[in-house]
């Protein structure tokens, strides 16, 4: 049975460096110790005072359908949906492991930090369904009471940069764009809707980015075990992605055998251009040499006829002495 492995060193997102994850670490405990010291609440204050001036029906129809996007059992079902398809089967289940990892971990450090929820209490302005109600952002009694850091911004962030990774091979800039966006987005709702202040929302994204990008480290998501035996081949990676590996192959090839072809062109024309510069060389030397033997005979032709004439002028004298 022969094993072969393949990895993936070109997604950014796949191979994360260790010194990102100090960084995140950093800032984390950086935003924690703001948001225990209390400095930032006249400004949560005045974020709140102004979401409260430009509430309307409008605003909390759109929002409130925005937030529940990003509510934990979604995020689940986005999971496993990414888990049925072949090809993204191996990252669903990275996402899973992570909304659960950050779920449980979110639950038992908000009492650590003890930061409460703010102090307004949303009122939705448009009719909403009898039974509809905002997901609270933990499950478990004992953390129900506090607010950071926010569990629904850490998994969008998990959702986000994994979403990002598999959007790398498509296009960079929307995977940038959305590990970016999507939880920015949902932590304005949040704000909207008086469920949390900004330090939350900020060591949230922090926390959901730093177990995101450990987990999917460890999980070695940029690497993928192939095994074949005989004809039939038991392997960690879809007949799918083994196909798009061979294509990639395929048009590498090709696209090298252009390139020798064309060197070759080229190395013809510029070999033509050569001789073509030495037969140009060649021709003007016969040419040069076909002037001069014209010009010596010319000159030889010259010189004879003077001898010539001399001649017959020295005889007419002596003929017309005697």
């Known amino acids: 049975m022969n094993t072969q492995i393949y990895k993936d060193t070109v997604n950014p997102f796949w191979n994360a460096k260790i010194s990102l994850v100090f960084f995140l670490i950093i800032s984390f405990v950086i935003v924690s110790t703001i948001a225990l ?15 409260d001036t430009i509430q309307n029906e409008t605003l909390d129809l759109i929002l409130i359908i925005i937030t529940t996007t990003s509510d934990t059992i979604n995020l689940i079902i986005a999971g496993f949906v990414l888990t049925i398809i072949k090809r993204t089967r191996r990252f669903g289940m990275i996402l899973l492991i992570s909304l659960v990892a950050i779920t449980i971990l979110v639950t038992y450090i908000k009492p650590l930090f003890g930061v409460e929820h703010p102090q307004e209490t949303f009122v939705p302005l448009v009719s909403l369904p009898e039974k509809f109600t905002l997901e609270r952002d933990s499950f478990m009694p004992l953390a129900q009471g506090y607010s950071y850091p926010s569990n629904h911004i850490a998994s969008a962030a998990a959702f986000g940069f994994i979403i990002g990774g598999l959007s790398y091979r498509y296009s960079y800039k929307f995977g940038l764009a959305f590990m970016i966006s999507f939880p920015v987005l ?24 730093t177990v995101a990008v450990l987990i999917v480290k460890g999980l070695k998501a940029n690497t993928q075990t192939l095994k074949n035996s005989g004809e ?10 083994e196909e798009e590996v061979g294509q990639d192959e395929e048009e590498y090839v090709k696209e090298v055998k252009e390139e020798e072809e064309q060197v070759g062109q080229d190395t013809k024309v510029i070999r033509g251009l050569n001789e073509g510069q030495q037969d140009r060389k060649l021709v003007e030397g016969e040419r040069q040499k076909l002037k001069r033997e014209v010009k010596d005979k010319a000159t030889r032709a010259t010189i004879i006829s003077k001898n010539e004439k001399k001649e017959d002028i020295d005889k007419s004298y002596k003929q017309n002495q005697v």
């Open 186 to 209: 949902i932590g304005f709702t949040k704000l909207y809707l008086f469920q949390h202040n900004l330090m939350d929302l900020i060591g949230g994204y922090l926390f959901g980015l």
């Open 37 to 51: 010291s209390g400095i930032t609440n006249n400004l949560d204050n005045s974020i709140t005072a102004y979401f």
């Open 232 to 241: 039939s081949q038991d392997a960690n990676v879809t007949k799918e992605e």
